[in-house]
């Protein structure tokens, strides 16, 4: 790989698994020998928790106080490597605190480069990381402007349900939006569908939805991850399915996507929206 991605996991709607993906796909792409960086940008703090860290105690940095000196001049500069937190597992991720919403308020009031604040933060790491993943949250704010200005793709993350379709077609504006106001081209690396269980024809319909919504648009991943209880089973343990049942049809799925994602990624291009 000749140079970082920064990947943007987003659906406009919460609980639709871009936690859940995002964890388990840092997990797949180092077990591939990739060096991986996964960043809590959502406000619910959902990535932390799912990585261990319940309640970051005051000494702990986070993304707030990585961000806070690029806001105001008067706060010290944070090293971005104290923010990093390394998992046994070869995982880096950068946890969140619930200030972030406040953080978010202090950069909509800035009068200049506003939309790059996430983006400088992260420059420092990109020759350290071949992806760098963003777990984002539901609300489409400036912290998601930032997202869009930072990330070189973005992920789009679905369950079969209509609410989540709903989600997904707004990201997929905000998307377009974005990219004209920032002047930059934000290109989609496809759609994964999660939570799927064909037995049922709620479940069918929906993902015939996405695939009638997107195709040829967006590439849409063939491999869907099952809706398994071993998946809730492992995020209320704090660790990925890969890890938590290798062999469940669960973990299988995310190993066949994550191959998938990095051919998109990597060698087929990736798609504006």
């Known amino acids: 790989m000749n140079e970082c991605k920064i990947v943007a996991v987003l659906n406009r709607k919460g609980g639709v698994c ?92 800035l009068d200049f480069r506003r939309e790059c604040i996430l983006f400088d933060a992260l420059e420092d790491v990109r020759l350290d990381y071949d992806y760098i993943l963003l777990d984002c949250m539901a609300s489409l704010g400036m912290l998601a402007v930032n997202v869009m200005m930072a990330c070189d793709t973005v992920l789009l993350v679905s369950t079969p349900e209509e609410d989540s379709i ?31 269980d064909m037995r049922y024809r709620k479940s069918r319909s929906g993902v015939e939805r996405i695939r009638q919504l997107f195709v040829p648009q967006y590439p849409i991943y063939q ?27 669960a973990a299988r799925a995310y190993q066949v996507v994550c191959d998938s994602f990095v051919k998109e990624v990597e060698y087929h291009g990736i798609h504006t929206a």
């Open 18 to 109: 871009k936690t859940t993906t995002t964890h388990n796909l840092g997990v797949a792409l180092v077990q591939r020998g990739y060096r991986v960086l996964l960043v809590d940008c959502d406000t619910q703090r959902n990535l932390s928790i799912s990585l261990g860290l319940n309640r970051p105690d005051e000494e702990c940095y986070t993304l707030c106080e990585l961000l806070q000196p690029l806001i105001d001049v008067e706060v010290d500069e944070v090293d971005i490597q104290n923010c990093i937190h390394h998992l046994e597992n070869g995982v880096d991720f950068i946890p969140n605190k619930q200030a972030l919403s406040t953080v978010e308020k202090q950069i909509s009031t």
């Open 166 to 196: 709903e989600g997904l077609e707004l990201a997929s504006d905000f998307i377009q939006e974005a990219a004209r106001a920032l002047r930059k081209e934000i290109p989609v690396c496809g759609v994964l569908i999660c939570r799927v």
């Open 223 to 249: 491999e869907m991850i099952p809706d398994r209880v071993c998946v809730a089973d492992a995020r209320n343990k704090q660790v990925s399915i890969i890890e938590y049942a290798p062999e469940s049809e």
